[in-house]
Nanobody, 116 residues
Framework: QVQVVESGGGLVQPGGSLRVSCVASGSVFRIDTMGWFRQAPGKEREFVALISSGGATRYAKSSMKGPFTISRDNAKNTVYLQMNSLKFEDTGVYYC?????????WGQGTQVTVSS
């Protein structure tokens, strides 16, 4: 069994920064892609960013690549999402996923609220 747990969400003012983390544990032998989705209130879950086992990254929008940075620590089975210059529209629940053994595992989500 694989467990995926996010942390690091919270309340931040517009223009502020936040880093969310996600760690995988349990019967994890080899993790391939790791990444993040988010779901804003009243909207569908959307892709944010992913990172391959080799460190290649992809972001949902080119405009997101600057303020958002995804990274991973393979030794710790952990993926991070550093978010800078946060805007009101970045508010939502951020979900981590990991791909391992041809399956995708999801975390329970961490709330990020951008508000003044």
């Amino acid at each position: 069994q694989v467990q995926v747990v996010e942390s690091g969400g919270g309340l931040v003012q517009p223009g502020g920064s936040l880093r969310v983390s996600c760690v995988a544990s349990g019967s994890v032998f080899r993790i391939d892609t790791m990444g993040w989705f988010r779901q804003a209130p009243g909207k569908e879950r959307e892709f944010v960013a992913l990172i391959s086992s080799g460190g290649a990254t992809r972001y949902a929008k080119s405009s997101m690549k600057g303020p958002f940075t995804i990274s991973r620590d393979n030794a710790k089975n952990t993926v991070y999402l550093q978010m800078n210059s946060l805007k009101f529209e970045d508010t939502g629940v951020y979900y981590c996923f990991i791909d391992a053994g041809s399956r995708r595992y999801w975390g329970q989500g961490t709330q990020v609220t951008v508000s003044s």
